[in-house]
Nanobody, 125 residues
Framework: VQLVESGGGLVQAGGSLRLSCAAS????????MGWFRQIPGKEREFVAA????????YYADSVKGRFTISRDNAKNTMALQMNSLKPEDTAVYYC???????????????????WGQGTQVTVSS
């Protein structure tokens, strides 16, 4: 499975960005998909996850109410709509996929099998 992120960039605080993740090599219809982010020198942290049916979505407290995760199983894609961006949202954002379904495994990097290369998001104050 190959995952490729796009949509990162530079935006002012309060602005919006939409990240996309395109998968190839296998249908991700039955996979849990997630977004993580990482700042240099810090551990990769959970942002959001969505189960295969798109009926269950999970968010880190820091992004709840501002970010929205979605997926299109027919197109093998996932998206992260980021609104009301803050300078502390600045990071490299990664999409990931896993066959695991337990919530405790959906919110940690070790719970995922496949990763994209990351896309930089920079929010200026």
């Amino acid at each position: 499975v190959q995952l490729v992120e796009s949509g990162g960039g530079l935006v002012q605080a309060g602005g919006s960005l939409r990240l996309s993740c395109a998968a190839s090599g296998r249908s991700l219809r039955s996979y849990t998909m997630g977004w993580f982010r990482q700042i240099p020198g810090k551990e990769r942290e959970f942002v959001a996850a969505i189960r295969w049916s798109a009926g269950n979505k999970y968010y880190a407290d820091s992004v709840k109410g501002r970010f929205t995760i979605s997926r299109d199983n027919a197109k093998n894609t996932m998206a992260l709509q980021m609104n009301s961006l803050k300078p502390e949202d600045t990071a490299v954002y990664y999409c990931a996929a896993t066959t695991r379904v337990l919530h405790i495994l959906m919110v940690v990097p070790s719970g995922y099998d496949y990763w994209g290369q990351g896309t930089q998001v920079t929010v200026s104050s």
